[in-house]
Protein backbone atom coordinates (compact mmCIF):
# COMPACT_ATOMS: atom_id res chain seq x y z
CA UNK A 1 0.00 0.00 0.00
CA UNK A 2 1.72 3.21 -1.20
CA UNK A 3 1.27 5.97 1.29
CA UNK A 4 2.30 8.81 -0.52
CA UNK A 5 -0.66 7.48 -2.56
CA UNK A 6 -2.69 7.61 0.17
CA UNK A 7 -2.45 11.07 1.29
CA UNK A 8 -2.11 12.64 -2.37
CA UNK A 9 -6.16 10.61 -2.15
CA UNK A 10 -6.80 12.43 1.76
CA UNK A 11 -6.06 15.74 -0.01
CA UNK A 12 -8.27 15.18 -2.53
CA UNK A 13 -11.29 14.19 -0.45
CA UNK A 14 -10.78 17.09 1.52
CA UNK A 15 -10.40 19.72 -1.14
CA UNK A 16 -13.61 17.75 -2.72
CA UNK A 17 -15.30 18.03 0.77
CA UNK A 18 -14.80 21.53 0.87
CA UNK A 19 -16.39 22.30 -2.44
CA UNK A 20 -19.54 19.95 -0.97
CA UNK A 21 -19.96 22.05 2.22
CA UNK A 22 -19.91 25.32 0.75
CA UNK A 23 -21.70 24.41 -2.60
CA UNK A 24 -25.16 26.50 -1.80
CA UNK A 25 -23.19 29.66 -0.87
CA UNK A 26 -21.28 29.56 -4.05
CA UNK A 27 -23.91 29.00 -6.08
CA UNK A 28 -26.71 31.82 -4.62
CA UNK A 29 -23.59 34.92 -3.21
CA UNK A 30 -20.95 34.84 -5.19
CA UNK A 31 -22.72 34.59 -8.57
CA UNK A 32 -24.75 37.71 -10.09
CA UNK A 33 -28.67 37.86 -8.79
CA UNK A 34 -29.42 38.21 -12.72
CA UNK A 35 -27.89 34.57 -13.08
CA UNK A 36 -30.31 33.11 -10.20
CA UNK A 37 -32.12 31.43 -13.11
CA UNK A 38 -34.22 28.19 -13.40
CA UNK A 39 -30.95 27.02 -15.49
CA UNK A 40 -28.47 27.88 -13.35
CA UNK A 41 -29.82 25.94 -10.38
CA UNK A 42 -30.23 22.91 -12.57
CA UNK A 43 -26.86 22.74 -13.72
CA UNK A 44 -25.36 23.30 -10.09
CA UNK A 45 -27.65 20.62 -8.81
CA UNK A 46 -26.21 17.94 -11.84
CA UNK A 47 -22.17 19.45 -10.78
CA UNK A 48 -23.31 18.87 -7.35
CA UNK A 49 -24.34 15.78 -7.54
CA UNK A 50 -21.06 14.77 -9.45
CA UNK A 51 -18.95 15.75 -6.69
CA UNK A 52 -20.77 13.50 -4.64
CA UNK A 53 -20.42 10.85 -6.62
CA UNK A 54 -16.83 11.85 -6.82
CA UNK A 55 -16.62 11.97 -2.92
CA UNK A 56 -18.29 8.45 -2.16
CA UNK A 57 -15.77 6.77 -4.54
CA UNK A 58 -12.86 8.38 -3.06
CA UNK A 59 -13.86 7.51 0.50
CA UNK A 60 -14.00 3.89 -0.32
CA UNK A 61 -10.47 4.49 -1.86
CA UNK A 62 -9.70 6.40 1.35
CA UNK A 63 -10.57 3.16 3.32
CA UNK A 64 -7.64 0.81 3.15
CA UNK A 65 -5.48 3.88 4.39
CA UNK A 66 -7.72 4.57 7.48
CA UNK A 67 -4.33 3.70 9.62
CA UNK A 68 -2.32 6.51 8.08
CA UNK A 69 -1.37 9.07 10.68
CA UNK A 70 -2.48 11.85 8.16
CA UNK A 71 -6.22 10.14 7.78
CA UNK A 72 -6.11 10.01 11.18
CA UNK A 73 -9.08 13.02 11.57
CA UNK A 74 -10.37 12.27 8.57
CA UNK A 75 -11.73 9.02 10.14
CA UNK A 76 -12.11 9.61 13.62
CA UNK A 77 -13.85 13.04 13.12
CA UNK A 78 -16.31 11.14 10.61
CA UNK A 79 -15.43 13.87 7.80
CA UNK A 80 -17.11 11.74 5.26
CA UNK A 81 -20.40 11.83 7.42
CA UNK A 82 -20.40 15.45 7.77
CA UNK A 83 -19.65 16.11 3.83
CA UNK A 84 -22.94 14.04 3.38
CA UNK A 85 -25.20 15.88 5.28
CA UNK A 86 -23.92 19.38 3.90
CA UNK A 87 -24.22 17.48 0.38
CA UNK A 88 -27.89 16.97 1.35
CA UNK A 89 -28.52 19.69 2.85
CA UNK A 90 -27.43 21.94 -0.24
CA UNK A 91 -29.44 19.47 -2.49
CA UNK A 92 -32.42 20.43 -0.81
CA UNK A 93 -31.85 23.92 -0.98
CA UNK A 94 -31.27 23.72 -4.58
CA UNK A 95 -34.11 21.52 -5.65
CA UNK A 96 -36.58 23.99 -3.56
CA UNK A 97 -35.03 26.97 -5.81
CA UNK A 98 -35.63 24.88 -8.77
CA UNK A 99 -39.21 24.32 -7.50
CA UNK A 100 -39.78 27.99 -6.90
CA UNK A 101 -38.27 28.93 -9.84
CA UNK A 102 -40.70 26.44 -11.50
CA UNK A 103 -43.74 27.54 -9.95
CA UNK A 104 -42.80 31.20 -10.96
CA UNK A 105 -41.77 30.29 -14.29
CA UNK A 106 -45.65 28.90 -15.36
CA UNK A 107 -45.88 27.11 -18.72
CA UNK A 108 -43.00 29.13 -20.78
CA UNK A 109 -40.68 32.04 -20.46
CA UNK A 110 -37.68 32.38 -18.13
CA UNK A 111 -38.10 32.61 -14.33
CA UNK A 112 -37.45 35.97 -12.92
CA UNK A 113 -34.10 36.02 -11.00
CA UNK A 114 -34.57 35.44 -7.12
CA UNK A 115 -33.15 37.79 -4.28
CA UNK A 116 -30.59 35.79 -2.22
CA UNK A 117 -31.05 37.06 2.00
CA UNK A 118 -28.00 36.13 3.13
CA UNK A 119 -29.52 36.54 6.68
CA UNK A 120 -31.63 32.93 5.92
CA UNK A 121 -28.52 31.47 5.88
CA UNK A 122 -25.52 30.37 8.52
CA UNK A 123 -22.29 31.25 7.73
CA UNK A 124 -20.70 29.77 10.94
CA UNK A 125 -19.79 32.22 13.88
CA UNK A 126 -20.38 35.45 13.82
CA UNK A 127 -17.96 38.34 13.36
CA UNK A 128 -17.33 40.23 16.97
CA UNK A 129 -18.36 43.97 17.58
CA UNK A 130 -15.83 46.64 17.03
CA UNK A 131 -16.44 49.66 19.09
CA UNK A 132 -14.95 52.71 17.06
CA UNK A 133 -13.67 55.78 18.48
CA UNK A 134 -16.17 58.59 18.55
CA UNK A 135 -14.40 61.81 16.60
CA UNK A 136 -14.05 64.53 18.90
CA UNK A 137 -13.72 67.10 16.09
CA UNK A 138 -10.27 68.28 17.00
CA UNK A 139 -7.66 67.19 14.49
CA UNK A 140 -4.76 66.85 17.16
Same mark, same amino acid.
Given at each position: ?59 ? @?? +? %???? /? &? ?38 VGSA ?12 ? @?? +? %???? /? &? ?7
Open positions: MNQEAGRTLLTSQLKLGTYIVNFYVNSTTKVGVENLTLEHFEARLQLLESYWEKAMQKHE @AL +L %PYEN /L &PEAESYFKNDHYLAIEARYTENKALLQRRITELRRGQGAPALQVDSRRYDYG @AP +L %PSLS /L &PTFTGKQD
